[in-house]
Each structure stands twice: as structure tokens, then as C-alpha cells.
């Protein structure tokens, strides 16, 4: 049996921005109305099926509360690709996208980026205009997702894989 690369990403984020519900839908299939913040950091492995073939990513999910901050720096080594993940309800999110950016150039300086807008089955969402600028600035693709209904889902991890194949 062939042993498949393993490829270390990571999914930053304020807190309430649906990262842990993105990795529980992609690893898992589930979605859970029920809320457990993250503390410090979690990660799953999970298969990833590209063209070039399969891939094992490691997937960190990093505590989005402020007080996890210089914690979490520690876990952005080694990373090869990093999704940034902002709820497209809450402006905010996507403004402090660049201190999460900047806070992983710190460690990686090379780092490669997927912004993510997530919680598109909700109403109220904000101009993905602003998103789109920014992922342009970071040199970046913005995906929307819903850990909710599952969209996007597939492609944001697929996405993920393949800029951390290419790194």
C-alpha cells in the first residue's frame, strides 16, 4: 500500500466564523447547530482526491479568540497553505482578516492563501467586493462556503490541497 503525502494546512479565523463546522463538514460530512469554541487548536486528517493524485491533509483549526493569539503562532509552522476564513454576515470578520494574515506571514513568510466567506445560507450578507479586493492583495482565490448546506465545502479543501501541493 502506497503511503500518501501528508500536507499541513491551516484554517484561521475570528471566533463564531464557522471554521471547526467547515472542517467537521469536510472530514466528517455532519454539520452541528450546537456551538463548542476551539480552544488553542484541533486537527483532523483527511483524504484529498487530486488530479495529480491523492493527498492526507492535516488540517489545524486555530482558536479564533484573541487570547489564543501568540498561542497559536506556534502552530502555523510547517504549514503549507492557510484558508482565512470570515463570516459574510459580519463585516468585522473580514476586516481582521489582515491581522490573521499577516499574524501567519510572521511565522511563513511564503504562506499561500484561500479566503473564505462562510455562512452564505444566511441573509444579511455583507458586499463580497471587499473579500474579492483582498483576496487580490494576498494574491489569493475567495471561495464562499456553508458548513450548513455543505456548498463550497468540497472545493475550499480541494483548493487547499492543491496550493499546498504546489508550494
Known amino acids: 500500500m502506497e503511503k500518501l503525502p501528508?500536507?499541513?494546512?491551516?484554517?484561521?479565523?475570528?471566533?463564531?466564523?464557522?471554521k471547526t463546522s467547515l472542517v467537521r463538514r469536510y472530514c466528517e460530512g455532519?454539520?452541528?447547530?450546537?456551538?463548542?469554541?476551539?480552544i488553542g487548536v484541533d486537527f483532523q486528517t483527511q483524504t484529498s482526491h487530486l488530479p495529480t493524485g491523492d493527498v492526507k491533509l492535516s488540517i489545524w483549526?486555530?482558536?479564533?479568540?484573541?487570547?489564543?493569539?501568540?498561542?497559536?503562532?506556534d502552530f502555523y509552522r510547517g504549514a503549507l497553505a492557510t484558508a482565512l476564513v470570515y463570516d459574510v454576515t459580519l463585516p468585522e470578520s473580514l476586516a481582521n482578516l489582515e491581522t490573521w494574515a499577516k499574524d501567519v506571514l510572521e511565522v511563513v513568510p511564503a504562506q499561500k492563501f484561500i479566503v473564505v466567506g462562510n455562512k452564505?445560507?444566511?441573509e444579511n450578507m455583507v458586499d463580497a467586493s471587499a473579500a474579492q479586493q483582498f483576496a487580490e492583495?494576498?494574491?489569493?482565490?475567495?471561495?464562499?462556503?456553508?458548513?450548513k448546506t455543505g456548498a463550497g465545502v468540497e472545493d475550499l479543501f480541494t483548493s487547499l490541497a492543491t496550493l499546498a501541493v504546489n508550494k
Open 6 to 18: 501528508v500536507l499541513k494546512v491551516v484554517i484561521a479565523g475570528d471566533e463564531n466564523v464557522g
Open 30 to 38: 455532519k454539520f452541528d447547530e450546537s456551538r463548542v469554541a476551539t
Open 61 to 73: 483549526d486555530m482558536a479564533g479568540q484573541e487570547r489564543f493569539r501568540f498561542f497559536r503562532q
Open 120 to 122: 452564505i445560507d444566511m
Open 137 to 147: 492583495q494576498h494574491n489569493a482565490t475567495h471561495i464562499c462556503t456553508s458548513a
